[in-house]
């Protein structure tokens, strides 16, 4: 089976990011599959407004804006399942009273742009030394009518699927995915594959973002030893 | 989030003793510009301008709305610029900083009438181009207003739209994948160039973060390629001399023409 | 400290102060405070055509839960790309009628997030936007449905979903007709909406980490830790996975959430029926 733009049914779209590019957050970092693409902007852990406050935890609060026009509910939706997702990646216990903020920024949505915007968290939170308990890394594949599966959709194939489904996994993948969402019209077995499918790709995601982190580390590590 | 504080007396009392020899904190001459960078892509209409560590990202995108039924052949250009956490902690939309920018950068866009909105029209009364132009602020490291008015005019020449062919009551709209897509058609292309003044003789053309907290006065020129005056804004602050304000402008004169030809090599390289 | 025997208070007492000692007490001894088993729901009541000013409507009972949905039509000008699709909106809302920790003013990010995914369950998916059409590029339907809760006591998600699929299946649009660009629509007579599929949901929730109860009521998903809300359709298809939450949901757990949920479906789709209409 031949895609648009030519991919095989189980390849992803290129990846590419760059972290610590904004120099007001306290971690930020740009996550891109092809054509779609998200900025993140972390500030953590900062002051906290009385009203979200909490007392042994801090307070996780994800704003994310649409690539065009202002934010609408379905941002909304995502900003919920982006907090969600993180809310115990985050060791929030470690520091009380507290606010971490997550800024996300579309740059522009070619599909599955949710999972974009989880790794792009991920990649922020751990560039602002936000304790995490594990990397979180996201993966989409759409089943497409006659029952193909495809990995990293674009917005195009996305349009045309029967079902697609978002998974996002924390570093332990069997004690259960940490965000799911499959919708469409599809059947367990699909939804099965579709799991295993994006398990796979997840692994795949975190194994490049935790070269990134490494490769920044190490750059920054040979600076501090040439000065 | 709570809103940060300004830079701390330390800090403005060395950029003040430095200026007033001449000498800017990040090494600059007074009347220098920052690194300007500009990149474009990979869709139409989707351009980043740096200034240092000032970023700002607009994207122009257009759609095929119903006209108003005022101006029935004429398009609608759409404008949205919002200052959000993303370029500084506690940023919110709404607050006095925010509309002061955001405001500057519609009145450049919009009020100069940059877009030929006539062009847009594809069927009198019944079909034209809605032409959204999205300003997002990513990091603000100081003079937003210049990158942003920049970035603008960048995305709106780099923007095309598709193609359309009007036959009789009918309009075909082409795929961009089968007919190559046609750019807008703008006027002119006003870019802001801003100065900061901190009393007396100090003046320093694009502020930034650090010069942008400390200043007493700021003062924006708007200039088109033509060289013509499109705007001016100096919203308060201390009281300048005219003198002041002509030295100003022809600072700016040259300014833009840089600007300008920075813009058309970027677009040149990645039309390339 | 000569008092060792057992300490005794009220049960409401017990229940206000140690919420979560309350609940354990209970699910630790595979039961719930309500009486219920783990995998047990509440009772569905479903009644259609309750609201007698709107073109369809539904009042859903699941357990002390309620909500009341109403589709209003209205004749809208299509949006130029989609000439012959017509509209559907939603908003679910959540006032403090329903319960105490809502506040008056603009919808919550629960209302909002609620809204929005009712929306993408329905919109297309058992709505046919093109069904909408009156004629086309001229004059489309627009359903607005509102759900508003009346009283909030766990599982709105699973109440919003059942309430609109009743309202759906209850609407009666009028007959239109456009003439010389004028839309007369006759409310006297009207035609049922043919619909895509039949939507039956079922939220599980994670209570205190560890245990997977079916259902929930306001106490219990006070200590959620996850949900998972699973959407089957009539044909055993499923239109919807979703798991909100943090807490670890295995992937077994999920799956038997499914098989349960489909297993529900002959009766859930009984009382959807037994429930009248106009």
């Known amino acids: 089976m031949t895609r648009p733009d030519r991919r095989d049914a189980g390849q992803i779209r290129a990846l590419h990011c760059v972290l610590g590019q904004l120099s007001r957050a306290d971690g930020s970092a740009q996550f891109a599959a092809g054509d779609s693409s998200v900025l ?7 002051d906290v407004r009385v009203y979200d406050e909490k007392l042994d935890r801090a307070h996780i609060e994800v704003k994310l804006r649409p690539a065009t026009g202002l934010p609408n509910t379905k941002d909304k939706w995502t900003e919920s399942v982006i907090r969600s997702t993180f809310e115990r990646e985050i060791l929030c216990h470690l520091h009380p009273r507290t606010l971490v903020q997550i800024n996300v920024q579309v740059r522009q949505d070619d599909g599955a742009v949710e999972a974009a915007a989880i790794n792009a968290a991920t990649l922020a939170l751990v560039d602002a030394g936000i304790p995490l308990r594990t990397m979180v890394a996201a993966a989409t594949c759409a089943v497409l009518p006659g029952g193909a599966i495809v990995v990293d959709p674009t917005l195009e194939e996305a349009a045309g699927a029967q079902s697609v489904h978002t998974f996002a ?3 332990d993948t069997a004690g259960g995915p940490l965000h799911v969402d499959s919708r469409g019209d599809f059947a367990m077995d699909e939804y099965n594959a579709c799991y295993d499918i994006c398990a796979t790709t997840a692994e795949r995601v975190l194994a490049f973002m935790r070269s990134a982190v ?14 | 989030m709570v809103a940060e504080i300004g830079p701390s007396n330390v800090e403005a009392a060395f950029l003040l003793e430095s200026l007033a020899k001449g000498i800017r904190v990040d090494g600059r001459g007074i009347y220098d510009y920052r690194r300007l960078k500009i990149s474009c892509g990979p869709t139409h209409g989707m351009v980043e301008v740096h200034l ?7 994207r122009v995108s257009c759609e095929v709305t119903r006209p108003l039924p005022d101006r029935p052949t004429e398009g609608i250009v759409q404008f949205s610029a919002e200052l959000s956490s993303m370029a500084a902690p506690g940023l919110e939309s709404k607050t006095a900083q925010e509309v002061a920018i955001t405001r500057m950068v519609e009145r450049v866009i919009r009020q100069s009438r940059a877009v030929d909105t006539e062009a847009l029209c594809i069927l009198a009364g019944e079909k034209v181009w809605l032409v959204r132009l999205d300003i997002h602020f990513l990091d603000h490291g100081g003079n937003l207003i210049d990158a942003a008015s920049i970035a603008a005019i960048a995305a709106l020449k780099h923007f095309r ?14 795929d961009v994948r089968e007919r190559n897509p046609v750019p807008l058609s703008i006027h002119h292309t006003p870019i802001c160039v801003s100065f900061g003044f901190f009393g007396g003789e100090l003046i320093v053309l694009d502020t930034n973060l650090l010069e942008e907290q400390t200043q007493v006065s700021n003062f924006t020129v708007t200039l088109n390629a033509h060289r013509e005056l499109c705007a001016l804004n100096k919203a308060g602050g201390i009281p300048l001399n005219p003198k002041q304000i002509q030295r100003c402008i022809q600072i700016a004169l040259a300014k833009v023409d840089e600007i300008n030809e920075k813009i058309q090599e970027a677009l040149k390289a990645c039309a390339a | 400290m000569a008092n060792t025997g057992p300490v005794t208070f009220a049960i409401e007492a017990f229940k206000r102060i140690h919420p979560v000692e309350f609940q354990r007490r209970f699910l630790s001894q595979e039961t719930r405070h309500d009486g219920r088993a783990f995998g047990q729901f509440r009772e569905t009541h479903v009644a259609k055509g309750t609201v007698s ?3 369809g409507s539904s009042t859903v009972r699941i357990g002390d839960t309620t909500v009341v949905c109403g589709i209003k039509a209205e004749v809208s000008e299509p949006d130029v790309k989609t000439p012959d699709e017509g509209y559907l909106v939603t908003n679910v809302d959540l006032s403090p009628m329903c319960s105490a920790r809502f506040r008056a003013g603009p919808p919550s990010e629960s209302a909002q997030v609620a809204s929005e995914h009712v929306f993408r369950l329905f919109n297309q998916n058992v709505v046919d936007l093109k069904e909408l059409c ?3 590029g001229q004059a489309v339907w627009v359903l607005s449905a509102d759900i508003v809760c009346l009283r909030h006591d766990g599982n709105i998600l699973d109440a919003a979903i059942v309430a609109l699929m009743a309202a759906l299946e209850d609407l009666k649009l009028p007959q239109a007709k456009i003439e010389s660009g004028v839309v007369s629509a006759d409310k006297s007579t009207g035609r049922p909406l043919a619909l895509r599929r039949r939507l039956f949901p079922a939220t599980y929730t994670l209570v205190d980490d560890a245990y997977l109860v079916a259902d929930a009521d306001d106490a219990e998903e006070q200590l959620a830790t996850a949900s998972v809300l699973v959407v089957v359709d009539e044909r055993g298809r499923v239109a919807n996975v979703w798991k909100r939450g943090a807490g670890p949901i295995s992937r077994q757990s999920i799956s038997q959430c499914v098989d349960v949920a489909t297993g529900r479906v002959p009766k859930m789709a009984e009382v959807l029926d037994a429930a009248g209409g106009q």
């Open chain 2, 52 to 58: 240092r560590q000032t970023r700002v990202l607009a």
């Open chain 1, 40 to 46: 993140c902007g972390v500030y953590g852990p900062v």
């Open chain 1, 214 to 227: 490494e490769g920044k580390i190490a750059k920054e590590a040979l600076l501090v030893g040439a000065s």
């Open chain 2, 161 to 174: 739209r598709p193609d359309v062919t009007v036959d009789g009551e009918e309009a075909i709209i082409h």
């Open chain 3, 53 to 55: 000013t709107a073109q």
């Open chain 1, 169 to 171: 996994f924390g570093g």
């Open chain 3, 134 to 136: 009156i004629e086309s």
